[in-house]
């Protein structure tokens, strides 16, 4: 039953991502979103930790300190930040965020409205993706503070003005920069 329940879980995402890509111009993106969730290395953990609630992969991270589907997730997916985490040179840090094409930064903001959706249910509101980024805002020295900052402003416009605005503006603005 759990493996027929994340199936359902992902898919719904990914299904949801894909939506509020293609509402923005981005086909390729919302047709290639995920597609290694379905892969055996991040299925089955999926399955063996799948709660509903939340990420499998932090129920994966408590049991072994270590999630080894989000290390293969975040290194297949353009869309997460850590995949474009990188050795700095002449930098204060031996490792940095070099920064995210908007396309990506754009895909990014439609996973986590998307997640959030996902994993919160009818308690979801336009506020929700940005105080998830905003809690942990401080934590996060190896993001690039262009993607940071670009992430952050998408985020207050959907919870400032809703979602239609922030996709129109995405589409029309944000993208065509």
């Not at 990014?108 to 993706?129: E, F, H, K, L, N």
């Amino acid at each position: 039953m759990k493996a027929w329940n994340h199936f359902q879980t992902i898919t719904k995402h990914k299904l949801m991502v894909m939506n509020y890509c293609f509402r923005v111009g981005l086909y390729r993106q919302g047709l290639l979103h995920d597609l290694s969730k379905y892969s055996p290395s991040e299925f089955l953990v999926g399955c063996r930790y799948y709660q509903g609630d939340r990420s499998p992969n932090n129920a994966e991270r408590e049991a072994t300190g270590v999630s080894r589907a989000w290390l293969h997730h975040k290194g297949r997916n353009k869309h997460h930040f850590e995949y474009w985490v990188d050795y700095a040179l002449n930098d204060e840090h031996i490792i940095n965020g070099a920064k995210m094409p908007r396309k990506y930064v754009a895909e990014m903001v439609m996973d986590r409205i998307s997640a959030s959706r996902t994993y919160m249910g009818d308690a979801y509101t336009d506020q929700a993706p940005l105080m998830y980024f905003l809690k942990g805002k401080e934590k996060l020295w190896f993001i690039h503070p262009e993607t940071s900052r670009d992430l952050e402003a998408l985020l207050r416009i959907l919870s400032d003005h809703g979602e239609e605005k922030m996709l129109r503006y995405v589409r029309n603005v944000y993208l065509k920069k």
